[in-house]
Structures are given as C-alpha cells and as structure tokens.
C-alpha cells in the first residue's frame, strides 16, 4: 500500500500486539498496521493514513468488539493526552505485556532467552510518581494552560489533575496555574517572542512528603516571584523551597544549566532504602521510589551479598550514578564504590548524601564522562553496575567493557531494544546472563524497566 493508493474508506482489524510504545498492532494484507488508543484482542475499525517511512498507521475510528481487558480508563484525560499510552488496559493486561514485551526484545534482537523472573508489580498503579514536568502555555484568551503534549504532537492538552503523580504534587497543579494565571507573567515555550515561562515542575519526597516547586524560564524578570515564592511556603507547609531554573535555548533538555532558590532551600530531603538523601530539582532521580528501593537487595543479590565492610573489600563501579541513588546502599552493604557522572551538581549532591550517611570514606564519586573515565578503571573492579540513558551503552564503552569485563555485570535499563542490543553483545562470547528482572517502574504508560545480572565466563 502506497501513499496515492491509502483508502478513505474505513477498514476492519483485528488488533494483536501492543508496539514498544503502547500502539495497538494489526494486520493488514500481511503488513503491520499501527492504531493508536487500540489495544490487543479489540475489533476495530479503523482509516488508513498516508504511509510513514514505510509503515502503515491508522486512525481508529470505532470499536466493534472491545477487548475481554480494556477498561474505563482512570484519568479522564486518558484519550487525549500522551502522558499514559496504556490506561485503557486492565493492571493484569499491562503486566502481562511488560512482561511478554521484554522476553520477546530479548529473543528478538539478541537472541537470548535468559531466565526472565516474573515482573515486580507496583503495590499503587496510580499516584505513584514523585516528580513532574509540566510544559506551560498561555491561550489567545489569556488562559494559563499546563499539560503534557497530545500524541504525536507539540499541543497541550490541559490538565488540573494527573492521576499517575503523587497526590501532594497532584493538589498543587490548579492552584499553582491560578496564581501563575494572575500574575500575568509571559509564557513562551518555544523561544518564540521575548521568552517567560516554560514548565512548572515539581518533586516529592515520598517517605519525607517535602515538596519542591521549580519555575523553568527562559529569563528570570518575573515582576514579584520572590513574594509569590514566598507566599506558597506559608501557604503550604509541606513546600520546603521554590526555585527558579534559567533554560534559555530552545532544545529538548527540560532544564537549563543554572537553578536559583527563590524561596526556602534548593533541595529536598528523603530517604532511600534506610539512608538519608539531599536530592535537588534538577538532577536525576528514579521517579518511582518504592519500585526503585526493591531493586537494592536484588542487586545485592546479584553482586553475590554483603561484603565485610574494610579498606581491601571489593570495588564496585556505578557507571551513570546520578546523586548515588544505588551507591550509597551497596556501599552500606561493605563494597567499596566508585561512581561515575558527568552532571556536576549530581556528583556535588552524590559526595554530600555520602557523607550525611557516613561512607564517605567507601562511597567515591567523579564528575566525567563514562566513555572518559571508566576504561582505564574497569582492571580494578571486581563488579560494574550500569545505569545508562535510554541510548544506551556508546560503543566505546562496550569495547573497554569487553575488553577488560569485572566478574559481576548488573545492568538496569529503562529500554527493552537498547538493553537487548547490549546484552546480545556482552553475552555472545563474555558473560552469561543470569537472571533479567522487570519491573514495573511506570503504570499506565508503556515504559518499562528492567534489571539484568551477568556474571563473566571465566
Ligand atoms: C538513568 S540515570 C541513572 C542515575 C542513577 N543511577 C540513579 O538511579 O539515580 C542516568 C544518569 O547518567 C548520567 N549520564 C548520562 N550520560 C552520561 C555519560 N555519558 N557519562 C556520565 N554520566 C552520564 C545522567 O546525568 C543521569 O544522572
């Protein structure tokens, strides 16, 4: 099917399979076909649309028969905005396909068949999130509107609330769009005039519920932000500081180089599998914290347990360590741990968290680039752990690791397709995998993370 040749004329599928990306996937003519919003075993009907790159998408446009696990969604946005691809799928249907989708990437494109231990089921699917980032917009009649962008495109689709975010930052979003409204500050996502507002973000705590607010700008002339600022700190207890972040270019990085406290302090405390933690607006940290604490004991099962704490106990590198989130734990647990990441205000909040727990002296950290710095400390290392952005490993980076491999391999990933493109290159002649864990990080959306143990051949 060409694009002159695309019909009008609507079109009845069968939907299979979900896409890596939460789209249904039908057959058309033996060629896939993906219908946003279908989900497996709905009959649809659907209008062909002009053919992509070579691929066939699809409007859909009724179902006849839904799906035995499509549900009413729980976000009324759900049809709408492009934040959560899976709610119309029962919690079960989600796990099922989490589960299917990783075993399948793994066989796929690398051709393992490691033993995949069963998903780790978030106790809340919703509520969960403890960090947002909510790009902002002023319509032709003044109106303030904040909301994730519809499907495939740049629009916004308004929102008061989001189900899926901790509701402590959730009861702030209408309020905040209120008092941003009246203040009839400039909004200006885009670059497109003389600049203003472009997101509003905001990050819990979630054993500590401190909550942090950040003005993402491309400018900081906002005529009376410090009283505002202020004024939210009285008005909200729980808000321990309110802060500005300067992003002057138009790029898809969310923050910019430079964060000033307006109001209060620039970080906010929690703690993090028993040990305390400074984590500030604009560095990483994993947005779903109780998912996130599970993943300590089974590292530290794959690392092979708890070392005898001491001057000669094992290295372990944590390559993309951000604040330390894993570091800080396993060097708890008596390794001795070096972290690598390249965002400095990370690094100066890693050294900090170290030190407030007391293993200053087992956790280190440096501010590099892993391709720069893990090479020539791979010989050393008796355990890698590695936590890369989405991208994955550069292939500088598995060379050096194929090259000199430490024993223990742990690789936590938040894609199937670059982890499976990894795994397929560490295991075909180095590493064996022992075990690949998913676990489900972010309900209702089609992300889906995974922890893998490797352990060297010889
Ligand atoms: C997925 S996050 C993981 C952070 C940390 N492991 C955690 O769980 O909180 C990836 C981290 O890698 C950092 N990063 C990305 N590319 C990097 C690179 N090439 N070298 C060093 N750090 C990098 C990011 O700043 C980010 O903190």
């Known amino acids: 099917m060409t694009q002159q040749n695309a019909s009008a004329t609507d079109v009845e599928l069968e939907i299979q399979d979900l896409s ?42 009724r179902i006849l028969q839904p799906s035995p696990q499509r549900r009413r969604p729980p976000c009324i946005l759900a049809d709408h905005c492009g934040g959560c691809s899976l709610q119309p799928l029962s919690d079960e249907g989600q796990q099922q396909w989490k589960q299917r989708s990783l075993e399948q990437s793994l066989q796929r494109i690398a051709g393992l068949s490691p033993e995949v231990l069963p998903l780790l089921v978030s106790e809340r699917p919703l509520g969960y999130r403890n960090r947002a980032v909510i790009p902002l917009e002023r319509s032709e009649d003044g109106h303030l509107k904040a909301g994730y962008y519809r499907r495939g495109s740049h629009r916004i689709v308004n929102m008061n609330r989001c189900p899926v975010l901790d509701p402590r930052i959730d009861a702030l979003i209408a309020p905040l769009k209120r008092d941003l409204e009246t203040s009839d500050w400039p909004v200006d996502r885009h670059g497109l005039s003389e600049g203003g507002l472009k997101h509003l973000a905001l990050r819990v705590g ?67 599998a028993g040990l305390k933690y400074h984590i500030a607006a604009d560095t990483f940290f994993q947005v779903h914290t109780t998912q ?27 390559a993309f360590c951000g604040i330390g989130t894993f570091s800080l734990p396993l060097a708890a647990a008596g390794w001795r741990v070096h972290g690598i990441e390249q965002h400095p205000s990370a690094v100066e909040l890693a050294r900090l968290n170290a030190a407030a727990n007391n293993l200053g002296e087992r956790a280190t950290f440096e501010i590099a680039a892993v391709a720069t710095a893990l090479p020539a400390l791979l010989d050393s290392a008796e355990a890698l752990l590695l936590d890369p952005p989405r991208k994955g490993l550069e292939p500088h980076v598995m060379a050096a690791i194929l090259a000199t491999p430490p024993r223990r391999l742990l690789y936590l990933s938040c894609d199937p397709a670059t982890l499976s493109r990894d795994l397929g290159l560490l295991c075909a002649e180095v590493y064996t995998p022992r075990s690949v864990t998913p676990i489900d990080f972010f309900p209702n959306t089609s992300h889906i993370e995974a922890l893998a143990v490797l352990e060297r051949r010889s």
Do not use: C, K
């Open 206 to 272: 979630h054993h500590t519920g401190e909550v942090l607010i950040t003005l993402i700008a491309s400018h900081q002339d906002f005529d009376g932000l410090e009283v505002l600022a202020q004024s939210w700190l009285e008005r909200w207890p729980e808000v321990v500081g309110v802060s500005l972040n300067l992003q002057p270019r138009p790029t898809n990085q969310l923050f910019g180089p430079n964060t000033y406290t307006i109001a209060g302090r620039g970080w906010l405390s929690e703690s993090f």
């Open 20 to 61: 890596h990306d939460g789209r249904g996937i039908g057959r058309l003519d033996g060629r896939v076909v993906f219908v946003d919003g279908a989900l497996p075993g709905d009959r649809v009907s659907v209008r062909l649309l002009p053919e992509r790159r070579r691929q066939l998408h699809a409007d859909l446009r």
């Open 292 to 318: 996130a604490e599970r993943l300590v004991p089974l590292m530290l099962e794959g690392l092979g347990g708890s070392q005898d704490a001491g001057p000669s106990s094992d290295l372990l590198l944590d």
